[in-house]
């Protein structure tokens, strides 16, 4: 059982004027403890990025970059072809946008989290991992990289030494083989009942799959998203649920990681 862990949440995904979901940043950002922060590829521009590492600077939540393929018309959720290496400096020019935004506000870049398809393909792709972990190795050693457990993005981390933060999705359902299912619309998913699996997960380590089986998830944070509908109440009833439960809720650099 867990006795502390990490909320982590998807934020700033939006653009100039556009906004997803029906959930203001403002409200979110005193719940969670962790900002994963869109970087201007999927969602996110300078004044969105400026105010979002704002926010998170002010309430003391760990800032991360969040960057996805060049995608806002389709969110970063669809894959989008380009050579491992070509895809890296993508990133690479997305954390640094929100690490000097970070600076500007006196603040750290704790983590960075790939977004989207891109995560799910840095999941299964090893070099397209490996080749990252050399890049965060030069400019950000002690940075966390955020991931599912099992990953080909974990293993590219364990092999070089980079800090890793494992992953369970709140929002999100799970195949049997231990990876989300990817949606682009998840709906109005039962905050209730989110936050009943979140317990479990962190009680027994363990969710219910699509297909009804029970399989075993290691992590040390929990993810939500702040576009999925009604994403104040899955946050304020997960944080209940996990109090109730004497489980604490803290910043990845005071959770036990491996």
Same mark, same amino acid.
């Given at each position: 059982?867990?006795?502390?862990?990490?909320?982590?949440?998807?934020?700033?995904?939006?653009?100039?004027?556009?906004?997803?979901?029906?959930?203001?940043?403002?409200?979110?950002?005193?719940?969670?403890?962790?900002?994963?922060?869109?970087?201007?590829?999927?969602?996110?521009?300078?004044?969105?990025?400026?105010?979002?590492?704002?926010?998170?600077?002010?309430?003391?939540?760990?800032?991360?970059?969040?960057?996805?393929?060049?995608?806002?018309?389709?969110?970063?959720?669809?894959?989008?072809?380009?050579?491992?290496?070509?895809?890296?400096?993508?990133?690479?020019?997305? #954390?640094? /946008?929100? $690490? =000097?935004?970070?600076? +500007?506000?006196?603040?750290?870049?704790?983590?960075?989290? *790939?977004?989207?398809?891109?995560?799910?393909?840095?999941?299964?792709?090893?070099?397209?991992?490996?080749?990252?972990?050399?890049?965060?190795?030069?400019?950000?050693?002690?940075?966390?990289?955020?991931?599912?457990?099992?990953?080909?993005?974990?293993?590219?981390?364990?092999?070089?030494?980079?800090?890793?933060?494992?992953?369970?999705?709140?929002?999100?359902?799970?195949?049997?083989?231990?990876?989300?299912?990817?949606?682009?619309?998840?709906?109005?998913?039962?905050?209730?009942?989110?936050?009943?699996?979140? #317990?479990? /997960?962190? $009680? =027994?380590?363990?969710? +219910?799959?699509?297909?009804?089986?029970?399989?075993?998830? *290691?992590?040390?944070?929990?993810?939500?998203?702040?576009?999925?509908?009604?994403?104040?109440?899955?946050?304020?009833?997960?944080?209940?649920?996990?109090?109730?439960?004497?489980?604490?809720?803290?910043?990845?650099?005071?959770?036990?990681?491996?």
């Amino acid at each position: 059982m867990l006795d502390v862990v990490d909320i982590n949440c998807d934020m700033g995904e939006a653009f100039g004027r556009w906004r997803i979901g029906d959930t203001d940043d403002a409200a979110l950002m005193p719940l969670i403890s962790s900002a994963n922060i869109a970087a201007g590829f999927h969602g996110g521009d300078p004044n969105l990025m400026d105010e979002t590492v704002r926010l998170a600077a002010e309430h003391g939540v760990g800032i991360g970059a969040h960057p996805g393929y060049r995608d806002l018309q389709g969110f970063g959720r669809r894959k989008i072809a380009g050579t491992a290496r070509e895809l890296v400096n993508d990133m690479v020019y997305q #954390v640094g /946008a929100i $690490r =000097e935004f970070a600076r +500007r506000h006196g603040a750290p870049l704790q983590h960075v989290k *790939p977004h989207g398809a891109l995560y799910m393909e840095m999941a299964v792709d090893r070099e397209l991992s490996q080749i990252f972990m050399q890049y965060m190795r030069t400019v950000a050693p002690n940075a966390f990289v955020f991931c599912m457990a099992g990953s080909a993005t974990e293993l590219a981390a364990q092999e070089v030494g980079q800090p890793v933060i494992r992953e369970f999705y709140a929002d999100r359902d799970y195949d049997d083989s231990g990876s989300i299912v990817f949606t682009r619309d998840a709906g109005r998913p039962d905050a209730a009942a989110i936050a009943r699996k979140v #317990v479990r /997960a962190c $009680r =027994e380590g363990r969710v +219910r799959t699509v297909t009804g089986a029970d399989i075993a998830v *290691p992590f040390e944070s929990i993810c939500f998203h702040s576009d999925t509908l009604g994403a104040l109440d899955i946050v304020r009833l997960m944080r209940e649920g996990l109090s109730a439960e004497g489980i604490r809720i803290a910043p990845v650099s005071q959770v036990k990681t491996r």
